[in-house]
């Protein structure tokens, strides 16, 4: 069965962060993923984390002001320096909290220029940290309007560009679905670059019961694949967190 990790920046949200680690514990998670930690001093969340017997596995590249600024600036041209500082304050990040994993975000752009922007960042990020498990990530343009990396094909174009041995694919079964009604063949396509795995329910992005995407025979075929990776609970509860975690394998 596949390692299991819980989202802490959507999942119990109905607790203070410090309570969220404990929470995600006892309902049998064994990891969780941040999406922006950088409010919270880093050695307090490791702390946490450390005190719940909990691995912290990604968090994302920082775009300041989340709640109303760009998605990341890895593929806007003229956002290099930008970039590059963010990816440091990650790097830094990451270090304290133990994450080897990192999402890195494209941001809104297009085009040619856009595409050369994200491949000279991601050129750069992967000789910065060969440490790192690096991932892109496709988003659909639904749900983060305008977000460069909408394309499946693209993402394992751009790294078989790269080539670079700690640069991979994070896998979303919702976007995946939204954006080609049939998320277990985009996962068949591209198992080789998947890195991270994460998943929702469809069509509401909340909890993962069977619908138009089976996760207990998703579950089966990556045991069967061979993934060593971790899956996450990356979902909007729709109502309080342990409520809705039938989903989750126990034992």
């Known amino acids: 069965m596949p390692r299991f990790a819980a989202n802490l920046t959507r999942l119990f949200t109905e607790m203070p962060m410090d309570e969220r680690f404990d929470a995600a514990a006892r309902a049998g998670f064994t990891g969780v993923e941040i999406l922006f930690p950088y409010d919270i001093p880093a050695d307090h969340l490791s702390r946490l984390a450390l005190a719940a017997g909990l691995e912290i596995v990604l968090i994302n590249t920082p775009p300041p002001n989340w709640s109303g600024g760009p998605r990341g600036f890895a593929a806007i041209p003229g956002q290099e320096q930008r970039f590059r500082d963010n990816f440091d304050r990650t790097l830094r990040f990451a270090q304290v909290l133990h994450a080897r994993q990192i999402h890195i975000m494209s941001g809104a752009a297009d085009g040619a220029e856009?595409?050369?922007?994200?491949?000279?960042?991601?050129?750069?990020?992967?000789?910065?940290?060969?440490?790192?498990?690096?991932?892109?990530?496709?988003?659909?343009?639904?749900?983060?309007?305008?977000?460069?990396?909408?394309?499946?094909?693209?993402?394992?174009?751009?790294?078989?560009?790269?080539?670079?041995?700690?640069?991979?694919?994070?896998?979303?079964?919702?976007?995946?679905?939204?954006?080609?009604?049939?998320?277990?063949?985009?996962?068949?396509?591209?198992?080789?670059?998947?890195?991270?795995?994460?998943?929702?329910?469809?069509?509401?992005?909340?909890?993962?019961?069977?619908?138009?995407?089976?996760?207990?025979?998703?579950?089966?075929?990556?045991?069967?694949?061979?993934?060593?990776?971790?899956?996450?609970?990356?979902?909007?509860?729709?109502?309080?967190?342990?409520?809705?975690?039938?989903w989750l394998p126990r034992g």
Not at 128 to 139: D, E, F, M, T
């Open 114 to 246: 856009a595409r050369a922007t994200f491949t000279e960042n991601l050129a750069w990020a992967v000789k910065r940290a060969p440490h790192a498990s690096l991932n892109i990530k496709v988003i659909n343009r639904d749900y983060m309007p305008g977000y460069f990396l909408s394309d499946f094909d693209l993402a394992a174009e751009i790294i078989a560009e790269i080539g670079a041995p700690n640069l991979g694919l994070q896998f979303d079964s919702y976007h995946a679905q939204v954006l080609s009604g049939d998320a277990l063949g985009l996962w068949r396509k591209h198992a080789g670059i998947i890195r991270h795995i994460q998943i929702a329910g469809f069509p509401g992005r909340h909890e993962p019961n069977n619908g138009a995407f089976n996760f207990t025979a998703f579950f089966a075929e990556l045991d069967q694949s061979g993934y060593r990776g971790w899956v996450s609970g990356e979902y909007d509860p729709e109502h309080l967190t342990e409520n809705g975690l039938g």
